[in-house]
């Protein structure tokens, strides 16, 4: 072979290296319940992780044989799933989550039974061959009107939160299943959702040391094997970058201040606020350069996005914008990552036992003197009325409240439960007979105009009116009679067992 020949094949063969490595760091998701050829291919070729959400799932069996020819494909590779134990829920997508959510679970304030939770999420996602869960959210709930967070928190005291997100991972990560803590440096200060645009928050540094970086530090202190990424601005860190790409919080604020030293996750990047602007395989380079491991990509990838990715995070070193050395850190961390997950589920504690006192739940929830009024009076309702909204893309289109459970247990023939009245922005009206008792139930009532209105007028008109919020209330509560804290499929039982049962067979 002549000296050029050979000098071509060896940056031919650095290249293909570097390719892998690129590859190693990538967790991309896909269409269908059944693993794709082009996927199972870049399995066998080293592809870091898969990402699953609701629509990859049709039942149990179904997931675990699909993980399983992922692992086969793959045996070390990372199968990661958004499984938080509330409203926003994977394996139960289809009818709505037993779980009561974090926020009910802060209020509770059981740091042992967050544990159990924690374990138990994990005993699920061991039996169906998932190693990573991307929960707990780490986030302090400081805004109500929050459209992304809210009832993901565990509350809005960073202490509080702390100690619960402490004892999730210390359950979860004790059973085997690593948690991927979330959003770092913390989501819980906007008024935006970042699947749709880039949140600004107006915080000082001293804010976030002693509010966002808090529940952060407990997970890291707990175990947390990963903690990802938020695609939030935080001028008074970096005026310029948000999280994902800005070295000033992932190498600053995660790795020196608060000594992470394990993966540091992306969230998505087909999220608006990490690649509206620039597209996904830029935002990739930057994520990589500012200190993520692995990259989640978004939920409908393909093989062809992922060759983007890799052309671009290849020139970006060839042209000297990246240095391989950080890709090769990144690539490291994540196959230290890969080896712990296969170990660990092999002996992963499978325990599963979602169930709660509903008693017990319901002593979580809000309530207010027309609540007791309504509840004392043994008022019925006449009409129940349904306030749909936009969900956020997190909490997708899940079964939720008392709907989901009466999915599963319907209402007796002739009850206002067995046929509720849904009112939206698009429907704003409902015609309910004068005087008639209505139950109103929704998420975040008081950000929606329509369900204010609504509400209004029939108070207004003086018939009893219970109304029934399952997202994070407003402080007040004026639109908030009853507050859940949450909207997963047990507490909408538990809102039909303190109603006593109301219209169910």
């Known amino acids: 072979m002549s000296g050029r020949h050979a000098v071509e094949s060896e940056q031919s063969t650095d290249l293909e290296s570097l390719r892998r490595l690129v590859a190693s760091t990538l967790m991309p998701g896909f269409v269908g319940t059944e693993l794709p050829e082009w996927l199972a291919d870049r399995l066998r070729a080293g592809l870091g992780g898969v990402c699953l959400f609701g629509m990859n799932i049709a039942s149990r069996e179904q997931l675990r044989t699909l993980t399983d020819d992922m692992r086969a494909a793959n045996p070390s590779v990372v ?43 994990a005993g699920e996602l061991a039996a169906v061959g998932c190693t990573l869960n991307f929960a707990p959210d780490a986030d302090v709930n400081s805004n109500p009107d929050n459209p992304v967070i809210g009832t993901r928190s565990f509350g809005s005291d960073p202490q509080a939160v702390a100690r619960h997100v402490g004892a999730w991972v210390r359950g979860h990560e004790g059973a085997g299943i690593a948690v991927s803590a979330k959003h770092f440096p913390g989501h819980g200060d906007t008024a935006t959702d970042s699947h749709l645009d880039l949140p600004v928050i107006d915080a000082s540094l001293e804010t976030l040391r002693d509010r966002e970086l808090v529940p952060f530090r407990a997970a890291i202190d707990a175990g947390a094997r990963t903690i990802m ?23 600053g604020l995660l790795r020196d201040e608060l000594d992470f030293t394990g993966v540091i996750v992306s969230d998505a990047l087909d999220m608006k606020g990490a690649s509206g602007v620039h597209g996904i395989p830029e935002a990739a380079v930057r994520a990589i350069d500012a200190g993520c491991d692995l990259l989640c990509i978004g939920t409908e990838n393909t093989d062809a996005q992922l060759r983007d990715i890799e052309d671009a995070v290849l020139a970006a070193i060839e042209s000297g914008r990246l240095d391989a050395r950080r890709l090769r850190e990144a690539a490291e961390r994540v196959d230290a990552l890969r080896s712990s997950t296969s170990r660990a589920l092999e002996s992963a504690s499978v325990s599963i036992d979602p169930s709660f006192d509903l008693d017990l739940v319901i002593s ?5 003197a027309a609540a007791h009024a309504w509840l004392d009076g043994g008022v019925r309702a006449a009409a129940v009325v349904r306030v749909d909204t936009v969900a956020n893309i997190a909490v997708g289109v ?6 989901a459970a009466l999915a599963q247990h319907p209402a007796a023939e002739g009850s206002a439960w067995s046929a509720p009245i849904a009112l939206s922005a698009g429907a704003p009206n409902a015609s309910i007979a004068a005087g008639a008792p209505v139950i109103v139930v929704g998420k975040d009532i008081h950000r929606h105009a329509f369900a204010r209105s609504a509400v209004d007028g029939w108070r207004a008109d003086g018939r009893p009116v219970l109304v029934v919020d399952m997202g994070w209330p407003s402080d007040d509560r004026r639109y908030a009679d009853v507050a859940t804290f949450g909207a997963s499929r047990l507490l909408g039982e538990a809102v039909l067992a303190m109603l006593d049962g109301e219209g169910q067979q």
């Open 398 to 403: 899940a079964p939720w409240g008392p709907f």
């Open 364 to 368: 979580a929830f809000d309530l207010s």
């Open 79 to 121: 199968i990661a799933i958004d499984e938080e134990g509330g409203d926003v829920t994977r394996l139960y997508y289809d009818q709505g989550s037993p779980y009561p959510g974090p926020a009910v679970l802060g209020r509770i304030d059981d740091l042992a039974l967050t544990e159990r939770v924690g374990a138990t999420v």
């Open 229 to 251: 990424t938020s695609h939030i601005l935080i001028p008074a860190v970096d005026p310029d970058f948000p999280a994902t790409h800005s070295r000033r919080i992932l190498q």
